[in-house]
């Protein structure tokens, strides 16, 4: 089963595995913590093992940043349609709504008055936005 995961950026996400040791990096993403073999080489592979996990899942949430925004995308991220907006759905998570136009997705924060053109996962960091992933 996939946790639910706070939306970050490419820095933090690296910087967040980076400072966890061997065993609980294991535990938080289950998988075999390395052990010794009674060989140097071969023990020294299973570590080799836990960074190639390590650079999958950074090359995993690089892709995923730079997917593009649909509607399943959104409600992946835990925003849910609120309404049609003259056709255009609109979509809600906490403080923020998005409405999908003819022009494009446009982020608008309730406290603001200004809101911005969005179009990919990665224009959503910074926000309290959160998603099911490895």
Not at 7 to 16: E, K, N, Q, R, T
Request: charged residues 25%; proline residues 3%; negative net charge.
């Amino acid at each position: 089963m996939k946790k639910r995961r706070k939306l970050v950026s490419m820095v933090d996400y690296i910087l967040a595995i980076d400072w966890m040791g061997t065993a609980e990096f294991c535990k938080e993403y289950g998988i075999q913590e390395p052990y010794f073999t009674g060989e140097i080489e071969s023990s020294a592979k299973q570590f080799l093992k836990v960074d190639c996990v390590k650079h999958r899942l950074f090359v995993q949430h690089a892709k995923f940043l730079n997917k593009p925004l649909n509607g399943a995308m959104l409600k992946g991220l835990e925003f849910h349609c609120i309404d049609m907006c003259g056709g255009h759905p609109q979509y809600e998570s906490g403080k923020y709504q998005i409405t999908n136009d003819e022009y494009g997705f446009y982020l608008q924060p309730y406290d603001s008055v200004d809101g911005a053109r969005i179009s990919k996962v990665m224009d959503l960091i910074g926000l309290e936005v959160y998603y099911h992933g490895e």
